[in-house]
């Protein structure tokens, strides 16, 4: 994949962090995190309390960042790109396409909902997202596909309108 593609390649972008005797110098991390996690971590580091009535969505990664813990707990990140746009060289037909993304653990699944059809791979087996394990994992397929829909619903994400414009 490349930059504005959901496989790897547009997704998986690493952040630097420095902090000068906080941070170990020329450490690398995998764990994967997302913008959101930011906030958290930055009122954290900062010594500021959360708002009370205000929601984080992210993870607060200071200890991570602090070598106080070196693994993340599983977690969902999601990717919601409801739009039309050329992200997939793999075929024309997501050429002009919704997709959704989910992380899972290990698992990342890409959700088409133009076209009722989903791509599912084991990241730490396959990170070049070679192998799609949609129809060999129905199970974990489904459940993907249930903490998704259930997210899109948290965010009342609105209902998907075909762009009348676009073929195939």
């Not at 959101?36 to 580091?45: E, M, Q």
């Not at 959700?111 to 129905?138: G, H, I």
Request: aromatic share 12%; hydrophobic share 30%.
């Amino acid at each position: 994949g490349q930059k504005g593609q959901v496989y790897e390649g547009g997704m998986r972008v690493p952040y630097i962090f420095k902090w000068q005797n906080r941070i170990a110098a020329n450490s690398v991390d995998a764990n994967r995190i997302i913008s959101v996690d930011l906030y958290p971590t930055l009122l954290t580091l900062a010594g500021i309390d959360s708002p009370k009535n205000y929601p984080i969505d992210g993870y607060d990664l200071s200890s991570l960042l602090l070598g106080r813990t070196r693994k993340l707990p599983i977690r969902s990140i999601f990717c919601y790109f409801p739009k039309y746009a050329r992200y997939s060289d793999k075929t024309q037909r997501w050429g002009d396409s919704w997709r959704n993304v989910i992380y899972h653990g290990d698992y990342k699944l890409i959700d088409y909902p133009e076209y009722n059809d989903t791509e599912l791979f084991d990241l730490s087996s396959d990170p070049r997202e070679m192998k799609d394990l949609a129809k060999s994992l129905p199970e974990k397929r489904k459940e993907l596909n249930r903490l998704l829909d259930d997210w899109l619903k948290t965010i009342e994400a609105p209902e998907l309108t075909p762009n009348q414009n676009f073929s195939l």
